[in-house]
T-cell receptor
């Protein structure tokens, strides 16, 4: 079974600084998607960024970027110029197609990010 | 608004009572999922439905049943609620269409307390 591991239960960063959240996953597949989701105290799940495994170029979305190392099965999230609004729980997720329209979806346990003013 | 709608948002149950959490999506998605979220445990899959008419167990199915009523709706039922089922429940869906953006859509969550 695929697993997703987030080894940092909690992280903190100074406002305006950069922080990297780690995620590793276990799979024997070559075609899959990886996601980072943000969950603020409201519990809403917000897509931060996604990466297609067959694309070598790392995805970026404004202040958010990933370091995708396919061979190492690593998918870390870098947040630059951290803002108070970035404080949240962050989940790494893995998705692969298992059949026609059927998808396996696995989440890590999350990393709680605090931003220090 | 397009997206995934869950009801109810909040519910308090007594031990032994039954209830159904409703989930509907209006994006014509094939795959739908029910997760529960507990502190320190992340999101754990309860049941999922790859397509209309099919359902499969996830990581923590005990104490739950599901119904994929049609392509839009996927409900989660607690037949005899227990305090261990106190949690926040999320419904999610994914499009099966190539080039759809492959985004996972979540409902806003249902906060369930069993006393």
């Amino acid at each position: 079974a695929q697993t997703v591991t987030q080894s940092q239960p909690e992280m903190s960063v100074q406002e305006a600084e950069t922080v990297t959240l780690s995620c590793t996953y276990d799979t024997s597949e070559s075609d899959y998607y990886l996601f980072w989701y943000k969950q603020p105290p409201s519990r809403q799940m917000i897509l931060v960024i996604r990466q297609e495994a067959y694309k070598q170029q790392n995805a970026t979305e404004n202040r958010f970027s990933v370091n995708f190392q396919k061979a190492a099965k690593s998918f870390s999230l870098k947040i630059s110029d951290s803002q108070l609004g970035d404080a949240a729980m962050y989940f790494c997720a893995y998705r692969r197609e298992t059949g026609a329209g059927s998808y396996q979806l696995t989440f890590g346990k999350g990393t709680k990010l605090s931003v220090i003013p | 608004n397009a997206g995934v709608t869950q009801t109810p948002k909040f519910q308090v149950l007594k031990t032994g009572q039954s209830m159904t959490l409703q989930c509907a999506q209006d994006m014509n998605h094939n795959s739908m999922y029910w997760y529960r979220q507990d502190p320190g445990m992340g999101l754990r899959l309860i049941y999922y439905s790859a397509s209309e008419g099919t359902t499969d167990k996830g990581e923590v199915p005990n104490g739950y049943n599901v119904s994929r009523l049609n392509k839009r709706e996927f409900s989660l039922r607690l037949e005899s609620a227990a305090p261990s089922q106190t949690s926040v429940y999320f419904c999610a869906s994914i499009s099966g269409r190539v080039g759809s953006g492959n985004t996972i859509y979540f409902g806003e969550g249902s906060w369930l307390t069993v006393v």
